[in-house]
């Protein structure tokens, strides 16, 4: 009675471990997927910034006077914010393309109400000969919202008449945030202390600096001086600047202007640079269609996507012949022996090798030894190579399972060997053969490793077979390493795991169909 | 069809088999009759698909198989003057399991023809027909001959495999249990169409079933196995003989039902 009720027990506590486990390990699965999808789809992106954001400004309390002129964008070029230093480039000519100023890339344009032109000139700290030399267009209100309508990346600097304010913003134009402050500091403030500097501040840091309980540089990481928070909009330019460049450890918020000329006088001023979240959509329309700029720090990944799938389209053409002849030529025509057990055993074991070595057999044989370079070739090869023995086994395994007496009856029919392969075998063992392919891509598809020493980075879409190529799974290393932008990387990442999912999703549905097909024919 | 004076369709003369170092068959010898069903009898393991197999080669395509003696067809040796594609399209198999190929009903009528000619659309459409009528499963298919062929039934997938075969043009057709996997109406059916068959082949069935061998065949060959496990025949002669007044008292008692 007792012992029963021991081995009940012992069951129970069995039964729930086993339980938690497994709900353990579902969660963290569960967990990891969603993450990526969260940071896939939403961005919160922390990006240095030589202004200060003005939702900083605002949290520590300090306000900005508003700017002289109105300036807003086409409602399609996505622009969110623009610094005084941009605004500056732009009025000097120095822009081109809207690709680092937002998420869409549009050739850029400047339109300066002729009414404006004094102010913007001013608030720039340019002449406004400068402007219009630019290239800019100079003309009347209504003459500049007609040409900019139908321009995607057209910025217009407007003047603020004493009625005008956000609330009359023309229909298919933004007003993106102006960020015209900067953070300054006495340039001993930023020097190196040791290995620290002070580095971005974050805004509870600015928050903290100019509400005085930040009392300390070194809190920051600087050097052991005290903070002395300067009124700069009580001294007026002359003086705050005079104050921060000879009080050591003094730093104030001040227009953008004042920072420039003062550094244009060789004053010893510095800039502390502050840091920007930027939050919203993460992997957008425009992400998806548009070229990659700049290795992937702007536009989107359309060239990536594309060279992916011809990357997976020629692994598979050339690995799958190769595969499918070595499984025939394993099943139907090679005797029992030692010769064959051994290639076999050296199948199982290239399966079972790190792809950072085929990378470097790629990189020693195809990319030096040939002279392929780093090449779309190159790398089509070695990852071939690298999935040829999944190809094999599972093409093996689907040929050996079709039913001998098939083979019989094409042979007893007349048929020689390789009729009875090609009309009959082949056919027979299709599904499991395709089921095969679909998971080697499904590896190629992932595949960075072996690829980093062999195809090459180019974001270009590829143009031949001797073209660098960079594909999905190389672009989400390359964003990381080079330290281009996570959420860019997450958003690639998404992306891969897409193709990845379909890419299984369409395997499993071909097992199971020809399962199906099997058992029916049991049934019968 | 051939024309014959009188002779025998097979003539085999001393046969020994080894598989590897195992003697499988041994010394046997016998002569088959055109236009005739022949029955091979016997306990498992005795040798008689063994025997069988050796009619059209298909042992070929085992390992290490050895054979000695003659296998005389048609007056010429299976294993010297024959191509084996040849002998295999003038000597059909059906086998114990129906195996239709994973395709169309038509497409496994017509695949032997295809195989060895390029035959017309409206031959090969004749040649299916023909065959499909003459294996009595024409009637039941006719309607959907471009479905899969493993949706018919067992006992029609066995039949279209006779059809299968007969869409070359044998000359003999060989039997392997055909209808060891099939139900007891489905057997009759194929048991009627052997009959049937005799007028324009030539039959040679394996079969652990003694009714049927005795229901379908003029001729009975009886394989027993010895105590190395080697296969002999005991006894070959006319089926009412065999089974009525068998000469061999080894056959009697296996007849009668005391062994095997």
Redesign the interface.
Known sequence: MLFEKKKQLTNDVALTIIKVLSFLAVALLALIIGYLIFRGVHKSERTESDVLPLSTLADAGFESAEPPVIVIANGKSNIRHLSWFTLRDMALGKVASLRKISSTDAPFFLYVEDSALEEASALLGIESRQIAASGAVVASRDEILVQAKDRKGSVLILSRGKEAGPADLPSGFREPVLDLYVLAANSSVVQLYGNNRVGTLSSDDVVGLLSGSVSDWSLLGGGDIPVDVLDAQKLGEQAAVRELSTREGSTAVMPASWYFHAKQEGLSIDLLKSERIDSGPNITWEYLTQPTVESGKYGGILSIIGNTFVMVALTALVAAPLGIAAAVYLVEYA??GRLTSIIRAGIDVLAGIPSIIFGLFGLLVFVQMFGWSFSLISGTLTVALMVLPTIIRTSEEAIRSV?R????????????RI?TIV??IL??AVNGITTGIILAIGRAVGETVALIYTIGSSTDFVKNLGSSARVLSMHIYLTITEGQSFDRAFASALVLVVVVLTINIIARVLMTSSTR?QR??SN? | MIEHTGGHLFDVTDLNLWYGSVHALKDVSLAIDPNTVTAFIGPSGCGKSTFLRVL?R?ND?I?NVRITGDVIFDGHDVYRDYDT??L??RV??V???P?P???SIFDNVA??PR??GRPSKAELHETVERSLSQAALWDEVKDRLHKSA?????GQ?QRL?IA??LA?NPDVVLMDEPTSALDPISTARIEELMTELKERYTIIVVTHNMQQASRVSDKTAFFLIDDKRCGYLVEYGDTADLFFNPKDKRTEDYISGKFG
């Open positions: 005797r029992k039913d007496s098939l083979r019989e009856a094409s042979i007893g029919l007349g048929a020689t009729e009309k009959v056919p027979s097909r029916g024919k019968d | 059209d298909m395509l390992d594609m040849e295999r399209r059909g198999m086998f114990q399991k195996n190929f994973p395709m695949y032997g195989l060895h493993l949706s018919l039934s067992g997938q495999c299968r075969t070359v």
